[in-house]
DNA sequence: TGTGAAAACCTCGTAGT
DNA sequence: ACTACGAGGTTTTCACA
């Protein structure tokens, strides 16, 4: 169980990381010092996995959300290691987790448009067996953010 | 297009927001000073949405991630807005996007286990008319990256 | 824990190319 | 639009009480 204190830290870093440690300590009622050291220890803990800049997609040209699932007959570990390589290179695929049901693969993808999608598609089809792959195109991202709940930690 | 030196600013920052300028600077070949303001257009243009810390998941205590596949009957504005209002009260909904195809929302849910999915699960029904509540299981994260490509940018 | 002081860093003006 | 310099303020960082 996390102290309030650094509970509410974390929280506010999430949000915004800029904030100066002097007003961190303010909202938290610490000193700064004592402030600082927290938060030093989150970060000596790995709870604070990292401070980065959050680029805005439309802005950055890649507008356009796929989720891609996709399954497999071939279950060796080699597969899987040629498969996290191809998750490893290709930058457009954002995040790619391994499910439970009848779909193995969860993918999503950020690209421009179609034409692009289409590119990564191929590569991946390219580079990998698959014997089945579905793809959903996103209308409208409703929500998405970085923090995560705090109330377990 | 961008310029190729604040895409590799951006590259750089998306990676760890903490670098200092000075260093910056150096990697791309600038002044403190140029580096400094090109950095501060990006945020203006707001390519650069927000600099925030990113908190390690399982050491939170949300190891498991839940994907939700959700379809409605209810086809209305209401509808769509009550259901925004409850992604947004909902913490441990860290994504939620308007899907093409038979499933009408995809949702990623992040939680300390089952239980706890169950919990979510029941507020969420509890507040929201549903057709049809698909839930998949991460069985393991292979790539999570907040990082966007840029070449399109 | 807190105080305080040094170091590092950011911010931005100015002048020169 | 960039370089280079630098002043002044803010913030971080840490030794020591």
């Known amino acids: 169980m996390l102290d309030i204190r650094d509970r509410r830290i974390l929280e506010t870093l999430q949000a915004d990381a800029t904030v100066p ?44 959300t796929v989720f891609v699932g996709v399954r497999t007959s071939r279950h060796s570990i080699e597969w899987l290691e040629a498969f996290r390589k191809v998750m490893a290179e290709i930058p457009e695929i954002v995040e790619a987790y391994r499910l ?10 950020v690209v421009p448009g179609v034409e692009v999608y289409d590119a990564v598609y191929k590569q991946m089809i390219s580079r990998l067996d698959f014997t089945d792959v579905t793809s959903f195109i996103s209308m409208e991202e409703l929500k998405y953010t970085t923090a995560i709940p705090l109330r377990y930690a």
Not at 27 to 44: H, N, P, T, Y
Not at 100 to 109: A, E, F, N, S, V
Request: charged share 30%; aromatic share 4%; hydrophobic share 55%.
């Open 100 to 109: 439970t049901g009848d779909m193995d693969y969860l993918l999503r993808i």
């Open 21 to 64: 440690v002097a007003d961190l300590a303010d909202m938290v009622g610490l000193s700064v010092s004592a402030c600082w050291r927290r938060i030093k220890a989150l970060e000596e803990a790995g709870l604070i996995a990292a401070r980065v800049a959050l680029v805005d997609r439309r802005k950055a040209n890649v507008g356009m």
